[in-house]
């Protein structure tokens, strides 16, 4: 409370930007970075003033243009082969430590440290050794019909090597550029606020209507938002990856299901994910003796 108490000024009062076009006009002061506003409302029909720190627009646009600089996922699809699984907490990336299996409870973890699992290991290092890529994309219709190959393709994910689909995803970029909205794509924009009303000369049935549905849309916009960011992160890595071979590391859940350990570009995520991961079918490996099939 008490930092909160002296931060407050400070920010209010130190904190500067540049004004838009100030790199052009090096005459324009800068201008506060921060903003205090206060806002009423209504709580069992009573006013209630509340204050709050509002960002410039300005700033929002620079975090915004940061962002993918300021939050980079630690746990990304591996450009080499996955360190092979020799103990329970040895395996998958190089430098940083994994569980072969994804829990906290003490008892898992203490019979995990004393189990004899090597069939586990030689299943996920097997797993783990196909290469993928990322694919590129023309149309619509491309965009349809790799999808629907992606998926039927899916059925081969141990017979060989992969890559993204670049048609596809080069679709998806320019559909989502262009406002999103379709086929599982976030829209890109917010939804509008209703208009404001006059609180003093509006019935107590209008204002439970405009409130009902400034809650609707507002929930709907963090919604909408949590998708977008979601969307961003798996774009930027199927850019970053579009034309490399790549691999993913795996490790179990608590149900010893296997599943990849990078969250945002991988063939078990969503059908935009999985449809800009093309399988290329190519001879079968053989399985470790110690993997009955």
Not at 56 to 67: E, F, G, N, S
Not at 165 to 180: A, I, P
Not at 234 to 260: I, V
Not at 271 to 284: A, K, S, Y
Request: net charge positive; aromatic share 10%.
């Amino acid at each position: 409370m008490f930092a909160a108490l002296l931060l407050t000024p400070l920010s209010l009062n130190i904190c500067v930007c540049s004004q838009p076009g100030a790199k052009a006009l090096p005459s324009k002061k800068p201008i506060p970075a921060f903003e205090h506003q206060i806002h009423t409302q209504f709580r069992r029909g009573k006013p209630l003033r509340l204050g709050k720190i509002v960002a410039h627009p300005v700033v929002l646009d620079t975090i915004a243009l940061a962002a993918e600089a300021l939050a980079q996922p630690v746990h990304k699809p591996m450009l080499i082969e996955p360190r092979k699984w020799t103990k329970w907490n040895e395996g998958a990336y190089l430098l940083h430590s994994q569980s072969i299996l994804r829990t906290r409870h003490p008892v898992q973890r203490s019979v995990l440290r004393h189990a004899s699992i090597q069939p586990v290991f030689d299943a996920l290092n097997y797993v783990s050794s196909v290469p993928w890529k990322v694919w590129h994309f023309a149309c619509f219709l491309t965009f349809l019909t790799r999808i629907i190959c992606a998926l039927s393709e899916l059925t081969a994910l141990f017979n060989g090597s992969s890559q993204i689909n670049r048609r596809v995803l080069d679709v998806m970029h320019y559909h989502y550029e262009s406002g999103g909205g379709f086929c599982e794509l976030p829209n890109r924009y917010d939804e509008p606020l209703p208009a404001p009303i006059n609180f003093k000369t509006s019935t107590p049935e209008q204002i439970a209507k405009y409130t009902s549905e400034l809650s609707r849309i507002k929930l709907l916009n963090r919604n909408m938002y949590s998708l977008r960011c979601d969307w961003t992160y798996r774009l930027e890595q199927a850019k970053e990856f579009s034309m490399k071979r790549f691999w993913f590391p795996l490790n179990l859940d608590w149900r010893g299901r296997a599943y990849p350990i990078p969250p945002h570009l991988n063939h078990l995520g969503s059908d935009l994910c999985r449809g800009i991961i093309r399988v290329r079918i190519e001879p079968r490996l053989p399985f470790p003796s110690s993997i009955s099939v």
